[in-house]
């Protein structure tokens, strides 16, 4: 199938299927044997392409990687500008409504030089979402392996030329010693730093201490599905994230929780290194969520960056002072783990309430039909509590006794929709809620990942010309405006003094917010379907 | 809004606030000559109170504009409306005396007797409504979809009959066998499209009369029509069946939401012209005072 999308967009005398003869005399391939590439026709293209072409556009589904030979690209997200339209409101009926709470979406959450990852040897800052490839470079080595969606736009800057390359021709050149030391090389040179900077740390090494550290990183794979650590092992070192996703697991009373899903970029493993304690938390390698239901193939590659305990602590040795921002970084992965620290006590959960997942919600939305009055106050409240106008509460959903469980986020213990990201703008905040970073690329895979339809996808068209015009500025080609999405999820009005908007404007108290597993085992439930108690209070 | 306990604290300082304000009225009226009015400190100071109180009541339809705002819990001033709504006639009975006046106040009390009946009419129905709406109707919508899911029930029925009796307006062919494998719909198919044309179709279409609007008399057609195909088309029947409950269950929505939300079509323009005649009659009072 793959295959045959590459072939397909083969055009003109711009592309050609190259045969074996012609890989064999190219360095990257030069340590393949014969034999191998043989056996994988037909599964790279040369290409060419001219100053502005479009060679992929972020969100979309992608399949191969491209390896350039010649000339550089752009590699960029406009969307991140498309979703500054949810800059505030203007005007007056906006600014009475901030003194009064009303909620603003687009808000600095990270500084400029933070970064966001994407699908290449390099990264992209905040400041900066734009940035050059040039020869030698790889794209797309996530939408290649693990069919994630691209992760950005790439514009031809210059004329130039590439390969691009099917999964399983890139599996074989991934055993290629000379194309790892090649790719290691630009990753080193062009992305750890970034990633290394991103630890708390590292951040404020001098330069050539931070050399020191990446010249002894080592550069590791394991396949999706292994566990990096366990829970309870000794700590031999904190890991940064090349590629791929990694969850965060720990163990409780009723089984085990997810704590977080990690992705390019973050870092895990620092606190056992900080506290001399054994690991409190298992890590282990995800793969991306479109193989898991998809067709039986080899499991994804997690790369990343080990820096053993050695070299931790005589960091921490030679510079003290540094230690006490990562055990603010320690003191605050503890207290998620805590504050997610729910007892699965709830004895003997119907299949009802298993097939709902309603124990999965750790502020579960319920509204209580006994006293609703299908006003719809509560999805106006949604709509105008919000700066963009999207509503993240749609009063459909299953029943449950005389509940409601309406499509709204329930704070999962497993937040299955961190899972594939391709631009890592799906995150938790501390108080456990999923927030939807402003660089969204759209693509719409939490969307599908979400088991209770509880992200919407929904345009940014709307917003007009201002944004269209602040696109074509950072892209400097009208061609990669045309498709403008973003996801959406309910973030519990974290920021509302009053707390969650539709509940706060329910007029009947028929919609709550509470802990399900807090709420059915304390029987809450039944206690506030004899009128006694509403769950709120129940909770 | 159900009336539960939360309501009590409300209940008791209304009555409280009505008694206060009974025994102040009471030990007033006797100094007056010609009676309590509107007129004397005490009528004119309950009159403003109640003036007050149907500003506040009348806020809360401000308020929905904008429902987020921290303005209090929207159920903290539909109780307040509420009660303090049931007030305010107590305290305009002790404003005017408990006399009619002129034609301009017997409006007055006609609309202020006519936006209160509502308003419990409408607190009565919010009672029991949701319950029936919850309970008659297990396939509940939005509202802003029932027509459209009312509108999407025929084209499923149709899609249900063309799969199993391959036509609609005209007779099924007489297929054998089944031929399932030449893609042709199963034999037996021709009970489900009669059935289709001469009863289903013009229920969904809202046409009024025929037998499925009579619940028992539709279960008997399904009943007879399940006797009359083989065994294969059984489940064709069981998926018609369940479009006809759908849509049963969808006009009981569309019927019980109507009378749930009839009493606002006169609450709300008869609060806001109580509001703008008794503006009137405070300004008319208020410049012939003496």
Known sequence: MAKRMLTAKLSGDRSAILKAADLVGMDIFADLDRKVIDKFPGTVVRREFAAGDVICREGEGGTTAFYLLEGTVKVFIARRLGAAASRPRQGWRAAIGRWFGQKRIHRPRREDDAIIPIDANVDLTHGQPRTTLGAGEVFGEMSCLNLAPRSATVVAETDCVMLEILRNMYEQLQRSPTFREKMDANYRARAMQGHLRNVPIFRDLPDEVLERVQSRAQLIAVDAGTTIFSEGDEADGVYVIRLGQVRVSQKFPGGERTLAYLTRGDFFGETGLLRRTTRNATCRAVDHPIMEGGRKRKPARVELVKIAAEDFAAILEEFPRIKGRLETVAQERIRQGQKARVTLTVSAPSKRVEDLGLLQGQNLMLIDLERCTRCDQCVDACVSAHEDGISRLFRTGPRYDKYLVPSSCRMCLDPVCMIGCPVGSIRRSEDLSIIIEDWCVGCGICAKQCPYESIVMHDLEEYGEEVSERLMRIAESGEVMAVTERAAVCDQCEDLPSGPACVYSCPHDAAYRVNAAEFLSAGGLFAAAGGREAPGEAS | ?290
Not at chain 2, 73 to 81: D, E, I, P, Q, V
Not at chain 2, 210 to 226: W, Y
Request: net charge positive; hydrophobic share 50%.
């Open chain 2, 1 to 290: 809004m159900l009336v539960d306990r939360k309501h009590i604290p409300w209940a008791v300082a209304t009555i409280a606030f009505g008694a206060a304000a009974s025994a102040w009225y009471l030990s007033d009226a006797p100094r007056h000559l010609n009676g309590p009015s509107g007129s004397t400190a005490v009528g004119l100071t309950l009159g403003s109170v109640a003036l007050g109180i149907m500003l506040f009541c009348a806020a809360l339809s401000l308020k929905r504009k904008v429902p987020h705002w921290r303005l209090g819990k929207a159920s903290t001033w539909l109780r307040g409306h509420i009660w303090l709504g049931l007030l305010t006639c107590l305290l305009v009975g002790l404003h005017a005396a408990f006399r009619l006046g002129g034609p301009m106040t017997t409006l007055l009390w006609v609309l202020l007797a006519l936006v209160t009946l509502s308003g419990l009419i409408g607190l009565v129905l919010q009672q029991f409504i949701p319950r029936l709406l919850l309970h008659s109707v297990p396939g509940e919508t939005i509202a802003q979809q029932l027509r459209r899911r009312l509108n999407d029930l025929p084209m499923l029925a149709e899609r249900v009959v063309l799969q199993y009796a391959g036509a609609i307006d005209t007779a099924a062919p007489p297929w054998q066998d089944g031929g399932d494998a030449a893609g042709q719909p199963p034999a037996g198919g021709e009970p489900i499209r009669r059935f289709y044309l001469d009863h289903l179709r013009g229920y969904l279409a809202g046409e009024n009369g025929g037998d499925m609007r009579d619940p028992h008399r539709a279960e008997n057609l399904f009943s007879a029509l399940h006797t009359m195909t083989p065994a294969h088309a059984h489940a064709g029947i069981a998926g018609l069946n369940s479009i006809y409950h759908l849509h049963r269950d969808l006009q009981r929505q569309r019927r019980l939401m109507r009378v749930l939300f009839a009493w606002l079509l006169f609450h709300v323009p008869l609060s806001w012209a109580l509001l703008v005649l008794v503006a009137a009659h405070a300004v008319m009072a208020l410049r012939f005072w003496t």
